[in-house]
């Protein structure tokens, strides 16, 4: 008779059965977890949190790579001018700074207040200040030194119809002139261009 204990077929089928209990398995780490069908609930995914830091931890990673593979975009208020255009008008931005610095420079770096002489737009049918040509010249509105120094002129003959010449204003306007005349001379090496006359009067 073989060992152990042994039943007949009829035995055997009256053996009650053993309950499906939780069985476990081991790991490589050495714990143990519970198979899958032996458990009531499937496994937890991961958590929110996990999940988003693994989003952010992507999204870091290709950042530099969409940074370095897109192109750069071309930057700065030169490129409509060509590089001779750039190297004619490089003394002019020079020339304005200068004026700006200069002690009698304050009646012309904004534009003049309407409001408080409300005559001006009636005489001065151009109106011009060191601001907007400033803002020109970044604009890259002028294409030539003449446009600039035309610009410059005007405001100064504005200064003139509108002051007279013994006033402050028009003191100022007047050394401001002969400062530009003879700078521009200097830093270009030669003369500025020819004034254009201007048709307007005192009222």
């Known amino acids: 008779m073989p060992r152990g204990k042994w039943y007949c077929s009829n035995c ?11 069985r476990r398995s081991h790991t490589k ?11 009531d609930h ?5 958590t929110p949190s996990t999940a988003s830091n ?11 790579t969409s940074a370095a593979s897109s192109p750069r975009k071309e930057t700065g208020n030169n490129r409509h001018l060509t590089k001779k255009q750039q190297r004619e008008l490089a003394p002019c931005k020079i020339l304005l700074e200068q004026l700006e610095q200069q002690d009698e420079a304050w ?9 408080q002489f409300p005559t001006y737009k009636k005489i001065i049918k151009t109106p011009m ?20 120094c035309a610009d410059v002129r005007q405001m100064f003959t504005n200064c003139e119809v509108f002051n007279e010449d013994d006033s402050p ?11 530009f005349e003879s700078r521009w001379m200097e830093i ?7 004034p254009v006359a201007s048709s307007q009067t005192h009222s």
């Open 12 to 22: 055997h089928s009256k053996q009650p059965k053993k309950r499906n209990s939780s």
């Open 29 to 39: 780490g050495g714990g143990t977890v519970k198979d899958s069908e032996s458990s």
């Open 42 to 46: 499937p496994p937890a995914s991961p």
């Open 54 to 64: 693994t989003n952010v931890e992507d999204a870091k990673e290709e950042a530099p």
């Open 107 to 115: 009646p012309f770096l904004l534009p003049v207040n309407t409001k």
């Open 129 to 148: 200040d060191l601001s907007t040509i400033k803002k020109k010249l970044q604009d890259s509105n002028y294409k030539s030194r003449d446009e600039f």
């Open 169 to 179: 204003v028009g003191k100022a306007g007047h050394g401001m002139r002969t400062f």
């Open 188 to 194: 270009t090496g030669t003369p500025p261009p020819a």
